[in-house]
């Protein structure tokens, strides 16, 4: 198609921020030291590969995702516990802090409530930034490997995607039933998952993460949280996901109870009236 004569000056129109954030409301100085301090861990679960496995964090509490024995990458779901229709809102995350989060980035809840339910504390892979293929760690740009979008591409029942894996991990934690428990997972915190959009079609892409045995993701619990983390079939996801041949490690949840814990006061919900014009 032929491009019209003012192409180029429509394309050398500068970009605006959609969200500016100088006014989101950050941590203090005073609440990110107290959340540092005094850990003591209160619990742990060990997610095995190509499985995920569900975890309680209460409000004020931290708790850490940790690499074991190998580069692994995983799928993150939050749920305010005590009310299950409030859940990790990726896409508004990124709105507010872009494709990928890290320390002092906070995971935000969705509508109504709109609130924090999760600040990053400590990213180990802080370090990595973004790269000359314009990729990333931690990203909440890529939905979750599924079931259906492996069909619909190459056929087959795959059941150990990230999806199906976070979908029997909430029915074994809650109770429901299989087809319930799906219409509560929802898009994902793709933990030390390296990715990023190509620059020639705009596609999503995937590459070696650089995570090692050792490195974690520490967060703050704002809220009471029902937390869901799967060990993605893909592995380190190098090469593909919803994969049997990848190889693939255990990711370790560690809950801890710090400075904070005792009087931690949860953010409120977001304070819109809800009238909608009417």
């Known amino acids: 198609m032929r491009a019209p004569e003012d192409a180029d000056a429509r394309r050398a129109i500068a970009p605006q921020i959609c969200y500016p954030t100088d006014t989101l409301p950050r ?55 005590t009310d299950l229709s ?15 989060v890290t320390t002092g980035d906070r995971l935000w809840s969705s509508f109504p409530a709109l609130r924090p339910m999760a600040t990053i504390l400590h990213d180990s892979l802080g370090w990595y ?43 074994d934690a809650t109770g429901k039933t299989l087809h319930e428990a799906e219409g509560f ?8 998952m390296c990715t990023g959009f190509t620059r020639d079609t705009g596609q999503y892409f995937m590459k070696a993460s650089p995570v090692r045995t050792g490195d974690h993701l520490d967060f703050l619990a704002e809220i009471d949280l029902l937390g869901a983390l799967s060990a993605c079939p893909g592995g380190d996801c190098s090469f593909e996901h919803s994969s049997d041949t990848a190889a693939c490690y255990p990711l ?17 919900v977001n304070a819109y009236d809800r009238s909608h014009g009417r």
């Open 27 to 81: 941590l203090s100085e005073l609440q990110v030291a107290r959340a540092l301090a005094g850990w003591s861990k209160t619990a742990e679960v060990l997610v095995p590969p190509r499985q995920a496995a569900c975890f309680h964090v209460r409000a004020g509490q931290a708790f850490r995702i940790t690499s074991v024995d190998g580069p692994q990458v995983g799928d993150l779901n939050l749920w305010n516990s």
């Open 86 to 100: 409030e859940r990790f809102y990726s896409g508004k995350t990124r709105a507010l802090h872009g494709t990928h």
């Open 129 to 171: 930034g973004k790269d000359a293929f314009g990729g990333s760690v931690h990203d909440v740009i890529g939905t979750r490997c599924d079931p259906y979008t492996h069909n619909l591409l190459a056929g087959g029942q795959y059941h150990h995607c990230c999806h199906s894996n976070l979908t029997r991990a909430f029915a």
């Open 185 to 192: 997972v929802h898009d994902v915190l793709n933990v030390f």
């Open 252 to 268: 370790l949840v560690e809950v801890f109870n710090t400075d904070a814990t005792a009087d931690w006061t949860p953010p409120l």
